[in-house]
């Protein structure tokens, strides 16, 4: 069973630009969310998709959005990149049909803004 | 909103010590619980998880109990191994079951 993926690993961007970070769910897994970790804090609550919707936002501005394919993988887009968005960006997915709602993670993108 | 708060770090214990990281969090309704643990450079592994008040999860000799009355989760384990040094998160979801709140991390470090 293959856990989740994202790529890249590292990414570095000037401010100002986009970026895109991309996230493969773990088989089985219909829902994905997005949490960003600044250096020293515990993640934060970005967004969650199930069946290619958006299923519950947290407080971003919109320049922060995404997508989820059919085959359930997706991408977080962020524009007009600041300096505070130096993250690691964490991907996480749900199986389907359990109750407890755990999520799995993967091993994060590691973005510099400068 | 909901919120989760843990004891700061660092916690530093001698191997085969006793641990006990403090998790209290404020939600409405009843979410389900979650320590999640952090090794250097990886994202979070799910170490385990209660969904109903006093259930009591495990994992790996790790243990915690979700305490309804104190609003409580506790992460206990009662002989630290040094493989063990990591970042401990502890977390809850929220009634939809479609957001973690995390607390801001407990760092142990276990010194042979």
Redesign the interface.
Known sequence: ETGVTQSPTHLIKTRGQQVTLRCSSQSGHNTVSWYQQALGQGPQFIFQYYREEENGRGNFPPRFSGLQFPNYSSELNVNALELDDSALYLCASSPTGTGSHEQYFGPGTRLTVT | GDS?TQMEGPVTLSEEACLTINCTYTATGYP?L?W?VQYPG?????LL?A?KADDKGSNKGFEATYRKETTSFHLEKGSVQVSDSAVY?C?A?NN??????????TRLMVKP
């Open positions: 989760v389900s979650f999640y990886e994202g979070l592994q799910l998880k969904t998160f977390a979801n939809a079951g479609n957001m973690l709140t995390f607390g801001g991390g």
